[in-house]
């Protein structure tokens, strides 16, 4: 047993995952067909709907903030992580105010050395705070609104489960919120959230990520393009 990184084999498992997934041509998940540019520099919004991109950039970029991490350092295993020697704040950990998604689908999607992992976060589509102001201490969360019948809102009356865990069944996994949405088939989701990180690392999903971001990647590169955004995807 040595001291190296778990993962080593983490680009291998990418590439043959792309590769057996572009080799499937029955049913109804078939990858999308690649089609070549043979137009001399062509113009990148122009073209990015009928180019075939190549996802393997995005999994191996470093994500701002966190010692190097890269985004599939971050997706796979799914585990939500805590670094102490870190800025507080996804992916180091989970506050209430972050922007989580938004985040989470700019490190999926852009190119991280040219915007930051707020660029989505920074567009006008969200509040720009929470509606009523988060407390400072447990149980954290904002006051309710309006004056429901609550005779302690200082949480020390609230009434904790003490179930074992066998009392309980799981129904989701929010380690990396989104990626389970966005990347896991609709399909494959029950399987998935029924599995462990330890299956995560072992690679069972790995093909299915790289593939459902390809399939994104090809739809959404021109709409990126064009906002001014530069996906981490290369045309292949």
């Known amino acids: 047993m040595t001291g190296r990184n778990p993962l080593p084999n983490l680009a291998l498992l990418l590439v043959t995952g792309l590769a057996l997934s572009a080799c499937n041509n029955s049913g109804s998940g078939d990858a999308p067909p690649r089609t070549s540019v043979t137009a001399a520099a062509p113009d990148p919004i122009a073209t990015a709907a009928t180019t075939s991109f190549d996802v393997l950039p995005c ?11 890269t985004v599939a350092g971050l997706v796979i295993p799914d585990v939500l992580t805590l670094r102490f020697g870190s800025p507080a704040g996804f992916p180091n950990g989970r506050r209430l105010e972050d922007p989580v998604p938004d ?27 929470n509606d009523r102001p988060f407390r400072p201490d447990f149980p954290y969360l904002a006051l309710p609104q309006g004056t429901p019948p609550i005779a302690d809102a200082t949480g020390t009356s609230f009434a904790f489960r003490t179930d074992p865990v ?3 069944v799981r129904v989701d996994r929010m380690g990396m919120p989104a990626v389970p949405t966005v990347l896991i088939a609709q399909s494959r989701r029950p399987a998935y959230n029924d599995a462990n990180p330890s299956d995560d690392a072992r690679g069972d999903f790995v093909g299915e990520l790289a593939e459902e971001l390809r399939i994104l990647t090809n739809a959404l590169a021109d709409d990126f393009l064009a906002r001014g955004l530069t996906p981490c995807a290369k045309p292949d």
């Open 166 to 168: 066998s009392a309980y």
């Open 59 to 69: 999994f191996f970029q470093v994500v701002p903030g966190t010692g190097g991490t």
């Open 103 to 129: 985040i989470t689908l700019a490190a999926i999607f852009l190119d991280l050395t040219r915007h930051s992992p707020g660029v989505l976060a920074g567009l006008p589509l969200n509040p720009p705070a």
